[in-house]
């Protein structure tokens, strides 16, 4: 197995967790509560779906590889201004850096 796959798939399936998780426990919905986005929750929920099916298919289909890390970077880039924004520690807001530079990383890869 390649970094690629590797790294592809460790992101995929945390992506599937986080969504199955967001529906299963409070903890996560309130974060959105607290940082005034409720509203926005379904949809990034739905975009994180989005990004971890694309990861997964492609592995097969390199454009779509692309395509969805950069969204997930991008997404997990919001998500780190948000929490600094609203005066997060740099500790708390590591997850949604190591997924940025994660995903980063496998649009790099792709692109090679």
Not at 14 to 40: A, C, G, I, P
Not at 61 to 77: C, E, K, Q, R, V
């Amino acid at each position: 197995m390649n970094a690629t796959i590797v790294c592809t798939l460790f992101s995929s399936i945390s992506f599937f967790l986080y969504v199955v998780m967001y529906f299963v426990t409070d903890n996560l919905q309130n974060d959105f509560k607290r940082f005034e986005l409720e509203q926005f929750g379904l949809l990034v929920i739905f975009l994180e779906l989005l990004g971890a099916l694309g990861l997964m298919i492609g592995l097969k289909y390199n454009p779509l590889l692309t395509i969805s890390s950069l969204g997930l970077a991008l997404l997990m880039l919001c998500g780190f201004i948000v929490r600094i924004y609203f005066g997060d520690s740099i500790w708390i807001s590591l997850p949604a850096l190591f997924y940025m530079l994660l995903n980063g990383y496998i649009c790099y890869l792709s692109l090679r």
